[in-house]
T-cell receptor, first 107, second 111 residues
Framework: GIQVEQSPPDLILQEGANSTLRCNFS?????LQWFHQNPWGQLINLFY???GTKQNGRLSATTVATERYSLLYISSSQTTDSGVYFC?????????FGTGTRLAVRP | EAGVAQSPRYKIIEKRQSVAFWCNPI?????LYWYQQILGQGPKLLIQ????????DSQLPKDRFSAERLKGVDSTLKIQPAKLEDSAVYLC?????????FGPGTRLTVT
């Protein structure tokens, strides 16, 4: 099956800093989603982005499908951004989640 | 628009007991999924429904897990008998046009 790897696995930021999270996948995909899992376990949709670039406030994402990667940018980080960020890809049969990036934003 | 609803939010049972989880998807979403998320890992698909038919249950441990989606709306996931390794968060999701939306999950602890 398709392999999905995320980097870095762990990230600590000072409030106000910027960061880039990466998601690599091993095969072509039909769609890609980024989620934020907050400390209470809720998975929150960030982006549905099979290709191209999208922006939503301080967050933006870019997927380069031909090169099999996606990037999530977080600017001016806030403590509420803490949690685990997952990318998940659909290669035609099911959604496969990556390994996650655990982010801690310090005040 | 109401999100995906799940209940209960927490459940503690002893091994060999049975347990059931309930999910109500977003109105109009024909596709419903159950995932298992073990601590420190990403969610893993257990079963996918399209309306009331099963699309994929290849990763469902059928000797102890069962799921149904009567009338193509609500769904229940059952574990009988439970094992210690079933301790996890069970997530329900529904989708439209390929984008999945998740409920708050049920945290199961098997002692």
């Amino acid at each position: 099956g398709i392999q999905v790897e995320q980097s870095p696995p762990d990230l600590i930021l000072q409030e106000g800093a910027n960061s880039t999270l990466r998601c690599n996948f091993s095969d072509s995909v039909n769609n890609l989603q980024w989620f934020h899992q907050n400390p209470w376990g809720q998975l929150i949709n960030l982006f549905y982005i099979p290709s191209g670039t999208k922006q939503n406030g301080r967050l933006s994402a870019t997927t380069v499908a031909t090169e099999r990667y996606s990037l999530l940018y977080i600017s001016s980080s806030q403590t509420t951004d803490s949690g685990v960020y997952f990318c998940a890809v659909d290669s035609g049969d099911k959604l496969t989640f990556g390994t996650g990036t655990r982010l801690a934003v310090r005040p | 628009e109401a999100g995906v609803a799940q209940s209960p939010r927490y459940k503690i049972i002893e091994k060999r007991q049975s347990v059931a989880f309930w999910c109500n998807p977003i109105s109009g979403h024909a596709t419903l999924y159950w995932y298992q998320q073990i601590l420190g890992q990403g969610p893993k698909l257990l079963i996918q429904f399209q309306n009331n038919g099963v699309v994929d249950d290849s990763q469902l441990p059928k000797d102890r897990f069962s799921a149904e989606r009567l009338k193509g709306v609500d769904s229940t996931l059952k574990i009988q008998p439970a094992k210690l390794e079933d301790s996890a968060v069970y997530l329900c999701a529904s989708s439209v046009a390929g984008e999945q939306y998740f409920g708050p999950g049920t945290r199961l602890t098997v002692t």
